[in-house]
């Protein structure tokens, strides 16, 4: 007989660590009771943990206000849209895939456009590091960890990029962004149109996308392109001060 192992309350998140020079961590529940709290506060200081994430589910009150009560500082809103892929769209015909030399420019581009997420929304992180967090993610994603990486062309510059993941039953936008000067020219749109087009031409059903709720322009710009608010979940941060 298989034994199922439980699931630690907390896990070490190394990648954002060394990123950051920061210790920090996650919890992986989305509901909070009394003793997880102090269990996991316990662990934080154990392990030197500076920064603990707590993405928590937004219909459970009794979370919520734990959280608050117990040092958790409310940081974003975390919204999961989705749609159906049966139905054909347009295919964003002037994307196109990226190439070598879109490179830097798509780093400029990430480094002044993801500004509603909750790492700028927490002081604690210094917007330098923000700032090139996206700057870092975006060339993850040309660099591999995407299945591909989608670019608008405008004026004969890369003016704007989408990342596509596939997963086995549904694909999903990683990071979407359109250079400040050139967005009002529906570029956005036509990156999503190509991302759903790609999508369906490797046969998954759904998409999904993940956004932040004060971005009101990327949940109208999805909502155009047919997607659904799916989830609801807060974001919350909770920081440890150490000894040195």
């Not at 420019?105 to 700028?120: E, K, M, T, W």
């Not at 993610?137 to 995407?146: L, M, N, Q, T, V």
Request: proline share 5%.
């Amino acid at each position: 007989m298989a034994i199922e192992m439980e699931t630690p309350l907390c896990e070490f998140l190394k990648w954002d660590s060394t990123f950051f020079g920061l210790r920090i961590a996650r919890l992986t529940t989305h509901c909070l009771t009394p003793a997880e709290v102090e269990s996991a506060g316990r662990w934080c200081i154990e392990n030197r943990i500076d920064c603990l994430y707590f993405l928590a589910a937004s219909d459970d009150g009794e979370t919520a206000l734990l959280a608050q009560r117990s040092g958790y500082e409310f940081v974003d809103v975390r919204l999961t849209l989705d749609c159906s892929l049966e139905i054909g769209r347009p295919d964003g015909s002037d994307v196109r895939l990226f190439r070598p030399s879109d490179a830097e420019p798509l780093r400029a581009i990430a480094r002044v456009s993801h500004r509603d997420s909750r790492f700028y929304f927490d002081p604690r992180f210094p917007r330098e590091r923000c700032d090139a967090l996206y700057a870092a993610w975006i060339e993850r994603s040309f660099s591999g960890w995407a299945d591909t990486v989608l670019v608008a062309d405008c004026g004969g510059e890369p003016a704007g990029y989408i990342s596509c993941h596939l997963h086995p039953a549904s694909g999903s936008i990683g990071l979407l962004a359109v250079a400040p000067e050139k967005q009002g020219k529906g570029l956005g749109r036509q990156l999503v149109a190509a991302a759903l087009a790609y999508f369906r031409s490797r046969g998954m059903p759904r998409a999904t996308v993940v956004t932040q709720g004060r971005n009101v322009g990327s949940q109208r710009l999805y909502q155009a392109c047919g997607f659904r608010t799916r989830t609801v979940q807060l974001w919350y941060h909770r920081w440890f001060e150490r000894e040195a």
